[in-house]
């Protein structure tokens, strides 16, 4: 029974798992339907399929699925442009968020054919056929593929995202060196797009306690800064059955991030600096 590969086929075959219905357990006005599907455009010579999740809050109704065709030589490369192309030429009531275009802002940030993602640097020629594009799982969906982010920014401003200085503020700067510099790369560059907070598990079951990847790569960012004073009092905050000891290391946060970020490792870190700090 023991399972030495990934590729390997299971012996036995009767422990199948019994199928679930999609909708099992699910509220009657939450059940996803079947929305409009939207004509091809004309005089269109490559499209591609876009099954985008719809939700109007003002209407009773459940959830939909809308199917657009999108003619991909008349927008640009990126699934938000296509968003776009679709927002202005076809139905100006589908809402999402963008900003930047550019990877650095966060805002466009989504389930991109199960995968969560920035649309502004997801190429269209790398989806699927159709593609789905959803919300971020596990927040509340205001409209569309618009999710309510306010209790994710509310744990981010738990970790105290500053610096603390208990010392009188120098003439000049406060001086690092180049190796306590370096000690903050791949921990400053994170977007607050919460890709990685919204993939994964644990904050799924405990996001009201739990941090979440996000939260805790920017708590490690300024612990690992050499210029701030506050590691005691930055600890002791985050010193808690829940707030950081929730993360199992499933690493889908590191997986799903558009960065190349690694939360699961910054996790990994301030779990050793409180194993230090006791022993």
């Known amino acids: 029974m023991i399972i030495e590969s990934s590729d390997e086929v299971p012996r036995l075959k009767w422990p199948r798992r019994f199928p679930v219905p999609r909708d099992f357990g699910v509220a009657q006005n939450s ?55 679709i927002k202005y030429k076809v139905d100006s009531t589908l809402t999402f968020r963008r900003s930047c275009r550019e990877g650095v802002c966060g805002s466009c940030a989504m389930t991109i054919d199960g995968t969560n993602w920035t649309a502004c640097t997801r190429a269209m020629d ?23 982010q ?27 060196s180049v190796e306590q510099r370096q000690a903050l790369d791949g921990y400053y560059e994170c977007i607050m797009c919460f890709c990685c907070t919204s993939g994964c598990p644990s904050h799924w079951w405990n996001g ?21 004073e ?17 993360c199992h290391t499933i690493l889908n946060c590191t997986r799903t991030c558009p960065r190349g970020l690694n939360p699961g490792k910054a996790i990994a870190e301030i779990k050793r600096m409180m194993l230090d700090r006791g022993g």
Not at 129 to 143: G, R
Not at 155 to 174: G, I, N, V
Not at 208 to 224: E, H, I, N, V
Request: negative net charge; hydrophobic residues 40%.
């Open 31 to 85: 059940r996803i339907v079947e929305g409009k599907s939207w004509p091809k455009p004309k005089g269109a010579k490559r499209i591609t399929t876009l099954r985008i999740y719809r939700y109007e809050p003002d209407n009773d109704g459940p959830p939909s699925i809308d199917t657009f065709i999108v003619d991909v030589d008349d927008c640009g490369p990126m699934l938000l442009d296509a968003l776009i192309w």
């Open 126 to 148: 790398e989806l699927s056929e159709p593609a789905t594009i959803y919300p971020l799982a596990n927040l509340p969906v205001i409209k569309d593929l618009v999710s309510d």
């Open 150 to 176: 306010t209790h994710l920014f509310a744990q981010h401003a738990l970790t105290e995202p500053w610096l603390k200085t208990e010392t009188p503020a120098p003439e000049h700067e406060r001086v690092q």
């Open 208 to 228: 009201d306690r739990f941090l979440g990847p996000a939260a805790l790569l920017t708590a490690w960012r300024w612990l690992a800064d050499s210029r701030d």
């Open 230 to 246: 506050g590691r005691g009092e930055r600890l002791d905050a985050l010193d808690d059955p829940f707030r950081l000891y929730r």
